[in-house]
T-cell receptor, first 108, second 113 residues
Framework: GEDVEQSLFLSVREGDSSVINCTYT??????LYWYKQEPGAGLQLLTY?????DMKQDQRLTVLLNKKDKHLSLRIADTQTGDSAIYFC????????FGQGTELSVKP | SAVISQKPSRDICQRGTSLTIQCQVD?????MFWYRQQPGQSLTLIAT?????????ESGFVIDKFPISRPNLTFSTLTVSNMSPEDSSIYLC??????????FGEGSRLTVL
């Protein structure tokens, strides 16, 4: 079946950039998403990209898509302590498949 | 964007009972889905809620255990039937707009004793 892989942990210092990576296997993906989940909360849609795009920027967030390598990344500029959360990558071909989530820890 | 409201937000239930979770969307979404998130895990798709017809279930999930209704474009329910402690989880409703955006509710946290 289709699969989405993410590294489990990332630790950065406040003010640095964070880059969270994701790989997927579904060659028929139409949309790819990044969600943020804080402890005890639901999923917040951060951004999404259509599969015919290779980059999308939204304020501090930059999404890069390499469709050939099936690689998606989320860059958070000027990372703040409030960015500490779990970040989920998801791809949608027929249905939405989630990665395991990357726990981002931001140290002051 | 879309705002998705779920209720109850949390509940503690006894083994063998059933609980129905409601999901209301403030926009006419094209598709609605139900997910389960077990503690410390990622999200697993339970089923796609189809308007006016039977839901489409993923492997490992069956209608008798998780009956789903979607009477109109903005409302759906998920029932967790004959609950056991293994059903303790967060259940999340989601809906997608025709822009491709896909939003989630805050989740319903279920504890089965």
């Amino acid at each position: 079946g289709e699969d989405v892989e993410q590294s489990l942990f990332l630790s950065v210092r406040e003010g640095d950039s964070s880059v969270i990576n994701c790989t997927y296997t579904d060659s028929s993906s139409t949309y790819l998403y990044w969600y943020k989940q804080e402890p005890g909360a639901g999923l917040q849609l951060l951004t999404y990209i259509f599969s015919n795009m290779d980059m999308k920027q939204d304020q501090r967030l930059t999404v890069l898509l390499n469709k050939k390598d099936k690689h998606l990344s989320l860059r958070i500029a000027d990372t703040q302590t409030g960015d500490s959360a779990i970040y989920f990558c998801a791809e949608r071909g027929g249905k939405l498949i989630f990665g395991q989530g990357t726990e981002l820890s931001v140290k002051p | 964007s879309a705002v998705i409201s779920q209720k109850p937000s949390r509940d503690i239930c006894q083994r063998g009972t059933s609980l129905t979770i409601q999901c209301q969307v403030d926009s006419q979404v094209t598709m609605m889905f139900w997910y389960r998130q077990q503690p410390g895990q990622s999200l697993t798709l339970i089923a796609t809620a189809n308007q006016g017809s039977e839901a489409t279930y993923e492997s490992g999930f069956v209608i008798d255990k998780f009956p789903i209704s979607r009477p109109n474009l903005t409302f759906s329910t998920l029932t967790v039937s004959n609950m056991s402690p293994e059903d303790s989880s967060i259940y999340l409703c989601s809906g997608t707009l025709n822009t491709g955006e896909l939003f989630f509710g805050e989740g319903s946290r279920l504890t089965v004793l």
